[in-house]
C-alpha cells in the first residue's frame, strides 16, 4: 500500500525536477546556448500525447479495437507536409506571430474582431480538455492511494483544486518570465521534452509487464483474446466504419497543426526550420511506440477483470497494482501526470497569450484611460493580465470538470476538442495559399463552422450528460427533423464526429470561400495576403516600406514601445535597431515607414498583431492609401520581382552561354596547337630532304672543278631526296584526306588473301635485293570483305616496306599469314626484326613518328605510313596492331570484318 | 693551323653536304650522328665549332647545347644551331642557352660559310 | 529558398502514398492471423513502420 505522503512527495519532486530542466534550458537560452535540438523539438511536439492518449486509448481500444490509431496515423501523415509547416513557421518569425488566433488576425488585416472570434472558439473547445487532463490527475492519484482523493487535504479544499492551483503556479514560473510572446520558452520546452520520454517509458514499462509479465506474449494475449467471442471483434477491423476511419485521420491531422499547444510547440517555439527533419520521423515512431502496447493491455484488462467492475481508461494502473507491482503503479502515475501536465502548461501559455492579446488587451486599449492618450507603463500590466488569464483558464478547467464529473461531455471531450480547432484549417490553410481570401470570409466561414460543431457535437454532449433538453438530438431543433443535430438534414449512417466534422467543415469552407469570393480586401489586407503567400519569394521591404505613408515621430514611437515592452527592454530592442541601420543613437533614426514597421512588430510580440496596429495607429499620422494603391503597389513589386526573376534567368543563360563559348575556344585552341605542332613537324619534314637538296645543288652550281664521282654521288643524292620529298607531299595529302574525310572510296568484294599475294608479289624484288625471305599463307575459302581494294594493297606494301626495312640483310625473314577470325579476316606480317619496346609500339602509329634509329634506312620512311594504314584499316571497322618485343621481331595485325550476313 | 669543326646530325646526306661544304673551305671535320655521340667527339676531337641540328634521336641539340655550355672549359667553343623548324620560340630558345647563331634548314651554304668564319674570326 | 524543394516533395508524396494504404479499401484486405497475431494489427503497424523509415530516408539525406 502506498502511503499518500510517500506519493505527493514523489510526484512535488518530480514537479520540481522539471522546473530545475526548465531553469537550466532558461538560463541556456538566456546565455545564448539553446539546449533546443532537433531531437529536443521532436521530442516536444509529443505533448500531443497527453492523459487522453496515456490512460485512454486503452478504453477506447477496448470499445473500438484498432480504431484509437487514427488519433496517431493522422499526425503521422501530415507532418509528412512538411512544406505547409515551414511555410507556417516562416511567415510566424516574418510577422513575429505568437499564436494561432495571432496567425489568422494577421493575415486578414490584423483583425481584432478575428483573432476574438479565434480565441473564443479555441477556449470553448479546450477548456473541457483542460478539465480532462485535472480529472485524469486526480482519478490516477484516488486509483494509486485506494482512497478519494478528496481525503488527502483539508476539508474545506479538494484534490483536483489543489492540482489545478499547482499547474497555475507552475505554468506562470515557466510561460510569463518574459513579457513578448515570440520569445521562446526554451526551458518549459525542454521541460515537456523530458516529460514526453517519460510517459513513453512508462507506458512501455506497464506493456511488457502487461505483455509479458502477466500474459505469454503477443501471440498468447490474442490467441486468448480470439477465443472470447466479446473481445474476437476487437481484432478486427470494421470495414461499415471506412468513413469514420477517414474522418479520424483527417481531424487528427488538423489537430496536430491547430491544436494551440500544438502551433505552439510546431511554430511559436521553434528554434530551426531544418528541427523539421528530425521531427517528420522522430515523432511518428514516439507515436509507434506509445501505441504498440495499447491494444494488448486493453485485451489484458479485459480477459484480467472478467466478471469484476473496471474501468477499462485505467487498466494501465489497476493492471500493475492487481498484480502487487506498486512501483510500476507508480512510475505509470508518474507518466500520467507528465502527459497530463504538459498538456496543461502547453496549452494554458498558448490559451493565455490569446486572452491577453485577443480579448483583454482590445477592450483596455479602447479605454480611456489605458488608451492611446496615456503615457503610463503597461508591461507589468500586461504580464498580470497573462498570469491573471492563466489562473481563469486553469479555474474554468477546475469548474467544467467540477460540473461535468463523470459526464459524457467529459469522457467524449478529446475528439470534441479536435474538431473544434479543426475549423481553424480554411482560413489558415487557404490563408496561406490563397491570396483571394478576405477577412468577411474567414470571418463567416469560421462562425459558421464553430456553430455547426456547437450544435451537432457540443450541446448534444451537453444534453448526452442530461444538462440540457435533447429533443433537438432526437426530434430536431422545433421538433423539424431535418435539424436532428446528430443526423442534420437526414445524414445518417455516420458517427457523431464524422458526421459533425464533415457538415462544419462543409459550412465552414463553403462560407470561406463563397464570401471570400464576394468581398474585396481592404489595403492593409491585400498587403498581408501577399506577404502570407508569397513568403518564400519576397525579398526586400521595399514594398512594406511604400505601403506605409504618413508621419510619426521617433520619440512617441519609442514612448510606445516603453509602455508596453518596459523602457530597459524597449531601448534595448530600439538600439539594435538603430545598429542595424548604422545609426550611432535611435533618435537620429528617421520616423519611417522602416520604423514604423520595426515598431509594430516588436508591438506584436508583445500584445499580437491586432492590438499593435491599433497602438501604432494612435500616434502615427498614417496617410490611408486606397485599396487600388496598395494593389499597384503590390503588383508593381510583383512585377519587379518577375523583372528580377527574368535578369536573373538572362544572367544564367548569359552565363551558360560564356562557359560554353570558352569550351569551345579552348578545344579551338587544343585543336590549333595540334594544326601548329603538326605543321611544324611537317614543315620540318620537308625542309629536311630540303636541305640536302639545296646544299648539294648550290655546291654543284658554284664549283664546276667538283670530282666526277663525287658530283655524281650528290646527283644521286639529290634524286633521292626528290623522291623523298614527292613521296612526303603524297602522303601528307593522303593523310589530309582521310582525315578529313574527303577521301575516295571504291568500296567493293575483296578477297583479302588475293590482295596479300599480289602485295608480296609486287614487293618481291626489293626482298630479294636484300636477301630477305618472304613467305606468304592463305587459308583456304575465305570470304571476301567489303573494302577499297587500291586501300588494302596501299596498307600490304606498307607494312611489308616496312618490315623489310627493320630486319637484317640476308638473315631477315617475313611471314606473311591470312585467315580468318571469327567474323573477320585476319592479317598478320612478321619480321625477324629488332623488334619494339611497348612504348615504339604505340608512338610508331603516331605521325612522324618512327621506329629505329638505323641512320641508313631513315630516309625511306616519312613517318606517315602507318598511321594512314591504321585510319584505312578503321574506316573498314577494322583494327590494326603490333604484338612485339624487343629483340624478338614484331608481328603487324590488321583484320577486317566480314560484311553482316543478315 | 685550320679550324676543328665537328659536323652533328642524324641525317647522313645533310651530314655528306655539310662535310664536303666544310672540307672545301679547309676546315678539319669530324662527324656525329646523335646527341651522345655529339658530347664523345667534342671530348675527343676537341672541335672550335660546332655545327649542331636540333632535332635529333637520343640527345637533342638543345640538350648537347646546355651540356657544353655547362663546362666552363669549352668556354671558347662556337656553336652554331641549325634546325628545320624555323619557330621563333625555338630561335630563342637556342640562343638563351648559349648558342653563337641559329641558322634555318634549308640554309643558304655562302651564308652558313660565311656565318662560320665570321665566328672564328671572332 | 528554393520553392520546389525536392525533400518536400517527396516526403509529401510518401504522405498520398500512406493514405492510400492506411484507409480503406486496401485496410479491409488483411485478415485472418499471421502467426499467430492479427493480421490487421501486423499490417498497420508495418505499414506505419515503413512509412517512418522512408521518411527518416528522405529526411535525414544531406542535400
Redesign the interface.
Known amino acids: 500500500m502506498l502511503s499518500a505522503g510517500f506519493v505527493l512527495l514523489l510526484s512535488a519532486a518530480y514537479l520540481g525536477l522539471l522546473f530545475a530542466v526548465a531553469r537550466y534550458g532558461d538560463a541556456r537560452a538566456d546565455a545564448g546556448k539553446s539546449i533546443i535540438s532537433a531531437n529536443v523539438y521532436a521530442l516536444s511536439l509529443a505533448v500531443y500525447c497527453t492523459s487522453w492518449t496515456f490512460y485512454g486509448s486503452v478504453g477506447r481500444a477496448t470499445s473500438g479495437g484498432l480504431s484509437f490509431l487514427t488519433i496517431y496515423l493522422g499526425p503521422t501523415l501530415m507532418l509528412l507536409f512538411v512544406g505547409v509547416i515551414v511555410k507556417m513557421i516562416r511567415i510566424s518569425k516574418d510577422q513575429r506571430i505568437t499564436s494561432i488566433a495571432d496567425f489568422i488576425a494577421s493575415r486578414y488585416g490584423k483583425s481584432q474582431l478575428l483573432a476574438g472570434l479565434v480565441t473564443v472558439i479555441a477556449v470553448v473547445g479546450i477548456i473541457p480538455y483542460i478539465a480532462l487532463q485535472l480529472k485524469a490527475v486526480s482519478a490516477s492519484l484516488e486509483i494509486v492511494l485506494k482512497t478519494s482523493s478528496d481525503d488527502l487535504v483539508p476539508g474545506f479544499l479538494d484534490a483536483t483544486f489543489v492540482v489545478a492551483a499547482l499547474l497555475a503556479l507552475f505554468t506562470i514560473l515557466f510561460g510569463t518570465r518574459h513579457l513578448d510572446a515570440t520569445e521562446r520558452h526554451e526551458g518549459m520546452v525542454a521541460a515537456v521534452a523530458v516529460e514526453s520520454v517519460v510517459k513513453l517509458v512508462a507506458f512501455l514499462a506497464v506493456g511488457l509487464f502487461v505483455t509479458y509479465g502477466m500474459f505469454g506474449g503477443f501471440a498468447d494475449l490474442f490467441a486468448r483474446a480470439a477465443a472470447h467471442p466479446d473481445l474476437a471483434n476487437l481484432l478486427r477491423l470494421d470495414a461499415s466504419r471506412a468513413g469514420t476511419w477517414a474522418a479520424l485521420i483527417l481531424l487528427s491531422g488538423l489537430a496536430i497543426v491547430f491544436l494551440p499547444r500544438q502551433f505552439q510547440v510546431i511554430v511559436v517555439e521553434n528554434v530551426d526550420e531544418s528541427h523539421l527533419r528530425r521531427a517528420v520521423w522522430l515523432f511518428p515512431l514516439y507515436l509507434l511506440l506509445i501505441n504498440i502496447f495499447v491494444l494488448p493491455i486493453a485485451l489484458g484488462g479485459l480477459l484480467h477483470f472478467q466478471g469484476q467492475p473496471f474501468n477499462p481508461d485505467t487498466f494501465v494502473l489497476t493492471l500493475p497494482l492487481s498484480r502487487g507491482a506498486e512501483a510500476l503503479a507508480l512510475l505509470v502515475f508518474i507518466g500520467g501526470l507528465s502527459a497530463a501536465t504538459g498538456m496543461v502548461i502547453v496549452e494554458t501559455i498558448a490559451l493565455s497569450t490569446m486572452v491577453c492579446n485577443d480579448l483583454v488587451m482590445p477592450f483596455l486599449l479602447r479605454s480611456r484611460r489605458l488608451g492611446a492618450g496615456s503615457g503610463e507603463d503597461l508591461s507589468g500590466l500586461l504580464i498580470g493580465i497573462r498570469r491573471a488569464a492563466i489562473v481563469a483558464i486553469l479555474l474554468l478547467g477546475y469548474i467544467y470538470y467540477r460540473a461535468a464529473g463523470e459526464a459524457y461531455a467529459l469522457v467524449g471531450i478529446g475528439l470534441i476538442s479536435f474538431a473544434a480547432v479543426a475549423q481553424f484549417a480554411p482560413a489558415m490553410i487557404g490563408g496561406m495559399y490563397w491570396k483571394l481570401g478576405t477577412r468577411a470570409g474567414a470571418l463567416a466561414g469560421l462562425v459558421g463552422g464553430f456553430a455547426v460543431w456547437l450544435y451537432t457535437l457540443l450541446l448534444p454532449s451537453f444534453a448526452k450528460s442530461g444538462w440540457i433538453d435533447n429533443g433537438f438530438v432526437a426530434a430536431g431543433l422545433f421538433g423539424i427533423p431535418a435539424l436532428k443535430a446528430q443526423a442534420l438534414f437526414g445524414l445518417t449512417g455516420l458517427d457523431e464526429i464524422s458526421h459533425s466534422l464533415w457538415w462544419s467543415l462543409f459550412v465552414n469552407l463553403g462560407l470561406y470561400i463563397g464570401v471570400s469570393l464576394l468581398s474585396r480586401p481592404d489595403a492593409v489586407e491585400a498587403g498581408q495576403a501577399e506577404r502570407f503567400v508569397d513568403v518564400f519569394r519576397r525579398s526586400s521591404a521595399d514594398a512594406d516600406a511604400r505601403l506605409w505613408r504618413g508621419t510619426a515621430s521617433p520619440g512617441e514611437l519609442a514612448a510606445l514601445l516603453e509602455r508596453f515592452l518596459g523602457r530597459a527592454r524597449a531601448r534595448q530592442q530600439l538600439d539594435a535597431f538603430a545598429a542595424a541601420r548604422s545609426v550611432d543613437d535611435w533618435r537620429a533614426l528617421p520616423a519611417d515607414a522602416e520604423f514604423v514597421r520595426f515598431a509594430e512588430a516588436q508591438l506584436s510580440g508583445a500584445i499580437g498583431s491586432a492590438s499593435a496596429r491599433v497602438m501604432v495607429a494612435s500616434v502615427a499620422q498614417e496617410e490611408n492609401l486606397g485599396l487600388e494603391e496598395v494593389l499597384d503597389i503590390l503588383d508593381e513589386a510583383t512585377q519587379v520581382r518577375a523583372y528580377s526573376r527574368e535578369l536573373e534567368a538572362k544572367s544564367l543563360e548569359l552565363e551558360a552561354a560564356t562557359a560554353e563559348l570558352r569550351a569551345a575556344n579552348e578545344r579551338l585552341r587544343e585543336v590549333d596547337r595540334m594544326k601548329d605542332d603538326f605543321i611544324s613537324t611537317v614543315t620540318h619534314e620537308l625542309r629536311t630532304p630540303l636541305t640536302s637538296i639545296r646544299a648539294l645543288s648550290e655546291m654543284l652550281h658554284e664549283d664546276p672543278e667538283i670530282a666526277s664521282d663525287d658530283r655524281t654521288r650528290f646527283l644521286g643524292i639529290i634524286v633521292v631526296e626528290a623522291e623523298r620529298l614527292t613521296r612526303l607531299i603524297n602522303q601528307i595529302l593522303d593523310m589530309a584526306k582521310l582525315e578529313s574525310g574527303r577521301a575516295e572510296w571504291t568500296t567493293s568484294a575483296v578477297d583479302v588473301g588475293e590482295v596479300a599475294r599480289e602485295a608480296s608479289e609486287s614487293l618481291g624484288q626489293l626482298f630479294r635485293d636484300k636477301g630477305v625471305a618472304l613467305e606468304c599463307v592463305v587459308a583456304e575459302g575465305l570470304p571476301t570483305v567489303l573494302a577499297d581494294r587500291d586501300r588494302l594493297t596501299q596498307v600490304m606494301i606498307n607494312l611489308l616496306s616496312n618490315a623489310v626495312k627493320f630486319v637484317d640483310r640476308d638473315k631477315g625473314s617475313v611471314q606473311v599469314r591470312v585467315g580468318g577470325d571469327g567474323d573477320r579476316v585476319r592479317v598478320e606480317v612478321e619480321d625477324n626484326g629488332p623488334g619494339l619496346t611497348p612504348e615504339e609500339a604505340v608512338v610508331i602509329f603516331e605521325k612522324f613518328r618512327q621506329g629505329g634509329n638505323t641512320m641508313t634506312d631513315k630516309p625511306q620512311g616519312t613517318g606517315l605510313g602507318l598511321p594512314i594504314s591504321r585510319q584505312i584499316v578503321e574506316y573498314f571497322g577494322g583494327n590494326l596492331w603490333v604484338e612485339s618485343r624487343p629483340g624478338a621481331g614484331a608481328r603487324f595485325i590488321f583484320t577486317v570484318p566480314l560484311p553482316d550476313r543478315t | 693551323m685550320a679550324h676543328k669543326i665537328l659536323i652533328v646530325d642524324d641525317e647522313p646526306n645533310i651530314v655528306i653536304s655539310l662535310e664536303f661544304l666544310m672540307k672545301k673551305e679547309g676546315f678539319e671535320v669530324a662527324v656525329a650522328g646523335d646527341g651522345e655521340d655529339a658530347l664523345a667527339k667534342v671530348a675527343a676531337f676537341a672541335p672550335d665549332l660546332v655545327l649542331l641540328d636540333v632535332m635529333m634521336p637520343k640527345k637533342s641539340g638543345f640538350e648537347v647545347c646546355e651540356a657544353l655550355r655547362a663546362d666552363p672549359a669549352r668556354a671558347g667553343l662556337r656553336i652554331v644551331m641549325l634546325t628545320a623548324k624555323g619557330r621563333d620560340t625555338e630561335v630563342a630558345k637556342g640562343l638563351a642557352l648559349g648558342a653563337n647563331a641559329y641558322v634555318t634548314k634549308p640554309f643558304s651554304t655562302k651564308e652558313l660559310v660565311a656565318k662560320v668564319k665570321e665566328l672564328l674570326a671572332a | ?1 528554393k ?1 520546389s ?1 525536392p ?2 516533395q517527396r ?2 508524396a ?2 498520398l502514398f ?2 492510400l494504404l ?4 486496401l ?2 484486405l488483411p ?1 485472418g ?1 499471421w ?4 493480421a ?2 501486423l499490417y ?2 508495418g505499414v ?2 515503413g ?3 522512408l ?2 530516408m528522405v ?2 539525406r544531406r542535400a
Request: include cysteine; charge should be neutral.
Open positions: 529558398m520553392r524543394n525533400m518536400r516526403l509529401a510518401l504522405c500512406g493514405v492506411l484507409t480503406y479499401p485496410l479491409g485478415g492471423d502467426n499467430g497475431l492479427p490487421v494489427y498497420l503497424f506505419w513502420a512509412l517512418i523509415l521518411a527518416a529526411a535525414e
